[in-house]
C-alpha cells in the first residue's frame, strides 16, 4: 500500500505535507494556485477531488474539519486529503 498526502494551499501549506512524510507517509501532492486564495469549501473540495482523481486513488481519508465547525479545537485548518493506492 501507497500512502500519499495531498494539500490545495499556499507556500506554507508544504509544512503540513513535510509533517506527513516525517510521520510515514510514502509521497505528497501539494496543488497550489494564486487563484486558490479565498476559495470556499465547496471550490476547494472540488480541486481536490480533481487531483485525486487524476492520481487515480482506490481510497481517499479526509483531513481536519473546517474551523467553522462548533466541536473543532482551537488547532489551525488543514485542507488536506490522505490518499492510499494498493
Not at 11 to 37: N, P, Q
Amino acid at each position: 500500500m501507497e500512502i500519499t498526502v495531498l494539500t490545495v494551499g499556499p507556500e506554507d501549506a508544504k509544512d503540513a505535507l513535510r509533517k506527513a512524510l516525517s510521520m510515514g507517509a510514502d509521497k505528497a501532492i501539494h496543488v497550489e494556485d494564486d487563484d486558490l486564495h479565498g476559495t470556499d469549501a465547496i471550490g476547494t473540495s472540488l480541486v481536490l477531488a480533481k487531483a485525486i482523481e487524476k492520481a487515480g486513488y482506490d481510497l481517499v481519508v479526509s483531513g481536519m474539519a473546517p474551523p467553522t465547525a462548533p466541536w473543532v479545537s482551537s488547532r489551525p485548518c488543514s485542507r488536506s486529503a490522505w490518499a492510499c493506492r494498493r
